[in-house]
Nanobody
Framework: VQLVESGGGLVQPGGSLRLSCAAS????????MSWVRQAPGKGLEWVAD????????YYADSVKGRFTISRDNARNTLYLQMNSVKSEDTALYYC?????????????????WGQGTQVTVSS
């Protein structure tokens, strides 16, 4: 199993960024997927979940209305569209595969995750 995130970078407050996660080594289209993040010196924060078909989506209150999780099962790719970003969105962002269905703010809930992509929101 391999999860490879990309798309991070430096963005100004109020700007947008789109993260991608290329998945391989498992049947991507049959699995819930999650985005989680970890800011410097802080614990893991769950961001969003999407079910296998992209029909059921959950967001953390901190990103609801600003971030959009989506997936392309034909391309084995997970996305996170980040709009109206704030300084508090600065973190290392990971895509992760939950052991069961829903994710959460603990690494114990996941069996695989990528190396992360850094998002820095600053003017």
């Amino acid at each position: 199993v391999q999860l490879v995130e990309s798309g991070g970078g430096l963005v100004q407050p109020g700007g947008s960024l789109r993260l991608s996660c290329a998945a391989s080594g498992f049947t991507f289209s049959s699995k819930y997927m999650s985005w989680v993040r970890q800011a410097p010196g802080k614990g893991l924060e769950w961001v969003a979940d999407i079910n296998s078909r992209g029909e059921i989506i959950y967001y953390a209150d901190s990103v609801k209305g600003r971030f959009t999780i989506s997936r392309d099962n034909a391309r084995n790719t997970l996305y996170l569209q980040m709009n109206s970003v704030k300084s508090e969105d600065t973190a290392l962002y990971y895509c992760a595969r939950p052991k069961r269905s829903r994710g959460g703010s603990s690494w114990l809930l996941y069996d695989y995750w990528g190396q992360g992509t850094q998002v820095t929101v600053s003017s």
